[in-house]
């Protein structure tokens, strides 16, 4: 692999969905500040949605929070805090989006002072040419599943996951590949990094940006320099 600039802004963008999430022990209290958190961000998420969802026999209230397009939004729990967009073009902005808002929640949310889980998630969904895949696959990435078995099996679906602990942060790297017949196929890299360990929140702006810094390494070491020219629009 060429040396690389990993905070390059490329021409060309696969991403689908960027997500920050941030996990906290289960806060009831949440539930009664709700309304005092919508009144910080109602001007940028306007609408709001409410929900409910079963985990392992307990019902947990879910609010989104989110823009008049539906490309951006904040999910918040009784035990975490999300922010999601689909319109992800540079780390710089959506930083600056995540921290803020994270920042208003626990100025109302002021009995959380750690948390217990941090992820940064991207997700890039690569269209492939629909009457040679393989070769598409062959020539930009490097997949994590053995190259003779996509050689000589010509799958038409693949999932691989491979999951790797990088001193205190963990990072799961999923590639999948599947071939619908009448549909175009596509290559999705996935990639999670995250820290499972009590943090205090006025920490939370650093481990994000070492989670994207980690993020962003392993999405290099997925793709080959052919795609990279891709993705600089040099192709």
């Known amino acids: 692999m060429s040396q690389r600039n990993l905070e390059e802004i490329f021409k060309i963008n696969y991403l689908t969905s960027v997500s920050c999430e941030i996990r906290f022990t289960p806060l009831m209290i949440i539930k009664d500040k709700v309304a005092e958190f919508q009144k910080e961000i109602r001007n940028y998420f306007p609408n709001i949605q409410k929900g409910i969802f079963p985990i392992s026999g307990f019902e947990f209230n879910e609010w989104i929070f989110h823009t008049n397009d539906n490309r951006k939004k904040i999910i918040a729990t009784t035990d975490r805090l999300g922010v999601i967009t689909t319109t992800y073009n540079d780390f710089k902005p959506f930083f600056e989006m995540v921290t803020k808002n994270i920042g208003k929640f626990f100025e109302i949310i002021t009995d959380i002072d750690k948390v217990s889980r941090i992820g940064m998630r991207y997700t890039n969904e690569i269209p492939l040419d629909k009457d040679n895949p ?18 000589n099996l010509k799958p038409i679906a693949f999932s691989s996951e491979i999951r790797i602990i990088h001193e205190a942060n963990t990072l799961t790297s999923r590639n999948n590949f599947s071939l619908i017949i009448g549909n175009s196929p596509k290559y999705i890299i996935d990639i999670d990094s995250y820290t499972e360990k009590e943090i205090e929140t006025e920490n939370i702006n650093s481990i994000i940006i070492e989670l994207h810094k980690l993020a962003i390494k392993e999405f290099h070491n997925n793709i080959k320099d052919e795609f990279l020219q891709i993705l600089r629009g040099k192709k």
């Open 134 to 151: 393989i070769k598409d696959i062959l020539n930009w990435f490097n997949p994590t599943i053995y190259e003779d078995k996509i050689n």
